[in-house]
């Protein structure tokens, strides 16, 4: 009976423990990138560009 028990224990918990995935985090933030001094965040080529000088 004990290992029985054990048995699905161990078959059932981790699938628990991943179905909580991170219920805990915020996910409406994102996260932020700087570039160096000189150039911007491109979101087509998602990189730093040299800023355009008009």
């Known amino acids: 009976m004990k290992t029985l028990l054990t048995a699905l224990a161990l078959t059932v ?11 805990g985090y915020d996910h409406t933030t994102t996260a932020q990138m700087s570039c160096a001094d000189g150039t911007v965040y491109d979101a ?8 355009a000088s008009s």
């Open 13 to 23: 918990l981790p699938g628990l423990a991943f179905a909580m995935g991170c219920a």
């Open 44 to 51: 087509d080529t998602r990189a730093c560009v040299p800023v």
